[in-house]
């Protein structure tokens, strides 16, 4: 399997050309991310309301700590060099965009990988119980045209790390699924939460 994943590696990694590497690196990079999380807190204000926009909030923001402090977790354990430190990837032909990295040297699992798809699933979990984008006699178009979009976001951001030669292909699989269990679960806590609240009448009495 480790094989196979190196063959992979440097399949997908081997494509590349002035105008990918830039795109590549920008769908990479963690400065934009903040003006995508900013539109859609305000967005998840806008269709849940306040309160129940809070504890996506909160949500999201426990999510992501627990995604990266699981990750970090991880890879201090496992201690798999990233495919751009690892001199065997290196001498197989492996293309490095951007300098490797010398300060976090290991790559398994990917955390870009796991708190995306974790913010896809979580942000997913509370839009769909918003009940006006469920038209009648259909399957809750709006809801499902928002999660393809944000799965495309998070595949790319994804990929990426395997085109800059951050991790392998099996460092983005994991981190995915790892992502999307810890959105999965705190999402459910959450809303359990506040449904509890809510229906006692005690949820923030705030008007």
Not at 14 to 23: I, L, Q, T, V
Not at 31 to 54: D, N, S, V
Not at 101 to 113: C, M, N, P, R, V
Request: charged share 15%.
């Amino acid at each position: 399997m480790e094989e196979l994943d190196r063959i992979i590696t440097l399949a997908i990694n081997a494509h590349h050309s002035p105008a990918s590497d830039a795109f590549w690196i920008f769908m990479s990079s963690s400065r934009w991310w903040y003006l995508l999380y900013a539109a859609l807190i305000a967005l998840m204000f806008w269709r849940l309301g306040w309160k129940k926009g809070l504890m996506m909030l909160a949500a999201t923001a426990l999510t992501i700590l627990l995604t990266d402090q699981c990750c970090n977790l991880i890879k201090n354990s496992v201690c798999r060099l990233r495919p751009g430190n690892d001199p065997e990837m290196l001498a197989r032909g492996l293309y490095l965009p951007i300098a490797a990295s010398t300060k976090h040297i290991y790559g398994f699992l990917s955390a870009h990988s796991a708190n995306s798809f974790a913010v896809v699933v979580l942000t997913s979990a509370f839009l769909h119980t918003d009940k006006r984008l469920t038209l009648k006699g259909s399957r809750n178009p709006s809801w499902l045209i928002y999660l393809i979009v944000m799965v495309l976001w998070a595949s790319l951001v994804a990929i990426s790390r395997v085109f800059l030669a951050r991790h392998f292909v099996g460092d983005i699989l994991a981190g995915a699924a790892l992502g999307c269990i810890i959105a999965a679960a705190t999402a459910y806590a959450a809303m359990r939460l506040y449904d509890r609240f809510a229906s006692s009448g005690h949820f923030l009495k705030i008007t």
